[in-house]
């Protein structure tokens, strides 16, 4: 079997050194849309060097490394083909604001590997420290199709649902046509996102927009629409990608603050919901839970 689960899940954590300063950070937030308008203060605290907010989600692209799910492919145990993976979801877990510059040491490793039956299921997790202690733990679903139905563990299936009653806020934001041209200038070079021949063969009508962009456009709608544009509120942040999104469409983010799917009180969360307006709603980003103080 390609993959070796035991093994994966045996390997000693790969050790590592990044570093970002505020340009990277500022080409972050521009990749994500942040700068319109240009000269509104709530956006200049992501598009000026003086006084720079760093979004979380940023922690998804530190040190313009290989996103997590690439990494993942490299590790022990793991020998796939790239054609059959899938980034299926991406969580963050924030211990303290993050610095607009820095240097910081990451320890990455197989967390967890689970069997769908007809897919597998890698857990990649990344733990981030600088030398003042813990910056954030990163973790990368990679989806692997034809994997899966060796008898393992399926692991957590539960999903999360959407309140039953409308939503306290919805926004939408548009997507530039040359968004993922942009944003993969942050590290992410997948031809998928920029190349209509590549995108063809991968079986879209052109390229697609990179998950983890919507990611944190999202987070980004709800810090600045429900958290008073304060990033150091973000304590956590999960999504399950639900669905692709074409650059030049429009998302419709809707947001219910401090319920439970159930409709119980649970402070400190928002549960949101994303979808592609152009195609009737199209899931783009399901289960998706921001964690607050």
């Known amino acids: 079997m390609p993959i070796d689960a ?15 300063g505020r340009k990277d950070v500022q080409l972050y937030h521009l ?3 942040a700068g319109i308008p240009a000269t509104d203060p709530g956006e200049l605290r992501y598009t000026l060097e003086s006084g720079l907010h760093v979004l979380p989600s940023f922690a998804t692209v530190a040190g313009a490394g290989s996103p997590g799910v ?8 793991v020998d796939v083909d790239l054609a059959r993976v899938l980034h299926g979801g991406q969580s963050l877990t924030l211990y303290r604001p993050l610095p607009a510059e820095g240097t910081a040491t990451t320890a ?6 689970h069997d769908k ?46 309140p039953a009653r409308p939503p306290d806020r ?5 997507i530039r046509e040359d968004q993922a041209l942009l944003y993969r200038l942050s590290g992410d070079w997948n031809p998928l996102h920029a190349d209509p021949g ?8 052109r390229p697609i927009l990179h998950g983890l962009c919507t990611y944190g456009m999202t987070l980004k709608a709800v810090v600045d629409t429900l958290l008073g544009g304060d990033v150091a509120r ?15 469409e429009t998302l419709r983010i809707r947001m219910w603050r401090g319920h439970s799917g159930d409709g119980g009180a649970d402070g400190g969360e928002v549960r949101v919901a994303v979808s592609a307006v152009e195609r009737d709603d199209a899931p783009v980003l399901a289960d998706t839970v921001v964690t607050h103080s």
């Open 108 to 113: 990455s490793r197989i967390a967890a590997v």
């Open 198 to 205: 590549f995108a063809k063969l991968a079986g879209f009508e």
């Open 31 to 33: 990749g994500i849309g």
């Open 170 to 174: 919805t926004v939408e934001r548009t």
């Open 70 to 77: 690439i990494a993942g492919l490299s590790m022990p145990g």
């Open 234 to 248: 973000v304590r956590g942040y999960a999504t399950r990608f639900a669905g692709i999104v074409y650059p030049g």
């Open 117 to 162: 039956g007809k897919a597998a299921v890698l857990v990649m997790r990344t733990d981030v420290a600088d030398a003042d202690g813990p910056l954030w733990t990163s973790d990368a679903q990679i989806y692997v199709r034809g994997e899966g139905g060796w008898g393992g563990d399926r692991g957590p299936s539960a999903r999360r649902k959407t």
């Open 6 to 20: 035991a093994k994966a899940l045996a390997a000693e954590p790969r050790t590592g050194e990044i570093s970002w």
